[in-house]
């Protein structure tokens, strides 16, 4: 097209006019513009470029573009950007970047979602831990022992349950201060943990009493293990005070026997501990 345009409107003076002639820029300009806009559909096969560049060669004396043919540079412009192949490319540039984006955007979903799902099992876990964690302690509660015992159950052997009291403990409150009660429940519980094997469980069944299960252990080696755990604290040195004993009530389950049951026996032998002396081991 372009070599169309220069061998069909090139003057002598090598000006550019509608009809081949005239060197009035207004009509280079208009007729340019209507010969711009006739060729809208075979703008592709033409690189706007080179278009451009052939209006460049209309620059003034001082290197720019006079008026009219600055409106023709301008139109040449519109144009370019109108043309179907400019369009077409800029419309694979944002449906391009249209599925880029929604596969980041389904990506990041996806993996906020993940996320999500494992902050919320963490916080579910902790929330479950917090519930069946003696505060003061740290040990298991009640609700953890209780769990747990169902758990042992599924084996025939024997499951030892130790119901563990502080003797005296309300004279340690009230002659040393609360505080100091609490110091000795967490040193005790510290000292009790230390002392039995990973697969029993203690807890902090209330107050000052503590519990510890123990699975797969007959009568014999709970009396023995009971025996030892007694002994220990009664040796141990605490701070204030330096001594304390503690009496311990036995028992052990039956076959399927529900855990009340097997407690309201360890109560008892804990009842009888506590009456015939205190530090002592009772086993019922
Ligand atoms: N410091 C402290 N004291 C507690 C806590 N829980 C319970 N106690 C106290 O433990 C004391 C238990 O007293 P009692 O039930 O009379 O038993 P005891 O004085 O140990 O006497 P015996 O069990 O018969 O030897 C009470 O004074 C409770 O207030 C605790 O978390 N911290």
């Not at 179907?84 to 800029?90: G, Y």
């Not at 979903?109 to 003696?134: C, M, P, S, W, Y």
């Amino acid at each position: 097209m372009i070599n169309t345009l220069n061998t069909t409107f090139l003057t002598n003076d090598k000006v550019y006019s509608e009809r081949g002639e005239s060197q009035i820029n207004s009509l280079k300009a208009s007729y340019l513009t209507v010969r711009m806009f006739s060729e809208l559909g075979k703008l592709d096969a033409i690189p706007s470029w080179e278009i451009v560049q052939f209006i460049k060669n209309y620059r003034d004396l001082n290197g720019g573009f006079s008026g009219d043919i600055y409106s023709v540079y301008s139109v040449v412009k519109t144009l370019t950007f109108l043309s179907p192949t400019h369009t077409s490319s800029k419309l694979v540039t944002y449906r391009l970047l249209t599925y880029v984006t929604l596969i980041l955007t389904l990506v990041s979903l996806g993996f906020l979602f993940v996320i999500r799902g494992k902050v919320q099992k963490i916080k579910q876990t902790a929330l479950e831990r917090k519930a069946q964690t003696d505060r003061l302690t740290g040990l298991h509660n009640r609700e953890f022992l209780e769990q747990r015992y169902v758990n042992y159950q599924s084996g025939k052997a024997h499951i030892a349950l130790l119901l563990l009291d502080v003797d005296h403990f309300k004279s340690i409150n009230d002659n040393y201060g609360h505080l100091a009660g609490d110091e000795v429940l967490i040193e005790l519980a510290k000292l009790l943990s230390d002392n039995i094997r990973k697969t029993d469980t203690l807890a902090r069944w209330g107050g000052e009493e503590f519990a510890v299960l123990c699975p797969a252990t007959d009568p014999e080696h709970a009396n023995i293990f009971a025996e030892k755990l007694r002994s220990m604290v009664a040796s141990h040195s605490f701070s204030k005070p330096e001594t304390i004993t503690c009496s311990i009530g036995l028992s052990c389950s039956h076959h399927n026997e529900p855990l009340k049951s097997l407690f309201a026996r360890a109560d008892k032998a804990l009842y009888e501990s506590k009456n015939s002396g205190r530090n002592k081991v009772t086993y019922l």
